[in-house]
Every structure is written in C-alpha cells, then in structure tokens.
Nanobody, 122 residues
Framework: QVQLVESGGGLVQAGASLRLSCAAS????????MGWFRQALGKEREFVGT???????YFGAAVRGRFAISRDNAKSTVYLQMNSLKPEDTAVYYC????????????????WGQGTQVTVSS
C-alpha cells in the first residue's frame, strides 16, 4: 500500500520560509518523479514543482526562484523549501509520485498525499 505523508505546514508571516516534507512508503521511491502541487480555497490545483529521478527540478512560474525541491532516496522523502513566502502562496500543498520522467500535469501522477496547509499572513 503506497502512502505519501506531507508535514511541515503551518502559519507564517509574509517573507518567512517553510520546509515541507513528504515521506513515501510502499513504493520504490527512487523510481518515481516527485511533484508538489497546491490548491487554494476556491481555485484549481496548481503545479508547484517537480524533481525527476535524476534530481533535475522544474518549477511553476509563480514560485520559480523562491522555492526549491530536493529528495533523499535513502529516506524516501522529498522536500519543498519555500522562501520569501507571500500571502498568495496560501494553499493546501500536496506531494505526488509519478512514473513519468517529469510532468507538470496532475493527471500524470499515480499517487497523492493528503496535503498540508500553508497559510501566509500579510
């Protein structure tokens, strides 16, 4: 049974940093590309970024230059480092696993976590 469990969300002020973690189990972690998506209240799910099996990263335009993604295959964990947070970054953040090499499309992801709330106050 595959599980993805996000952690690290919370309430922060604008300009602060947060690091989200996503611990995976039940799958061969190193074989998967790992993505982060977010969904704000009343909005569609948005691509945040992804890290490939070979550690190449890609980001959505809204976060490029502020966010970073890394992975630790030994711990089956992927991280989302969020810097210079803005109120518009407020959302539920989801990690997801994909057998595709890389994708910004939610439909290409095979497994999803339950999400963690990030709230950025102004």
């Amino acid at each position: 049974q595959v599980q993805l469990v996000e952690s690290g969300g919370g309430l922060v002020q604008a300009g602060a940093s947060l690091r989200l973690s996503c611990a995976a189990s039940g799958l061969t972690f190193s074989a998967y590309g790992m993505g982060w998506f977010r969904q704000a209240l009343g909005k569609e799910r948005e691509f945040v970024g992804t890290i490939t099996r070979t550690n190449t990263t890609y980001f959505g335009a809204a976060v490029r230059g502020r966010f970073a993604i890394s992975r630790d295959n030994a711990k089956s964990t992927v991280y989302l480092q969020m810097n210079s947070l803005k109120p518009e970054d407020t959302a539920v953040y989801y990690c997801a696993a994909s057998l595709s090499y890389t994708s910004a499309s939610a439909g290409d992801y095979n497994y999803w976590g339950q999400g963690t709330q990030v709230t950025v106050s102004s």
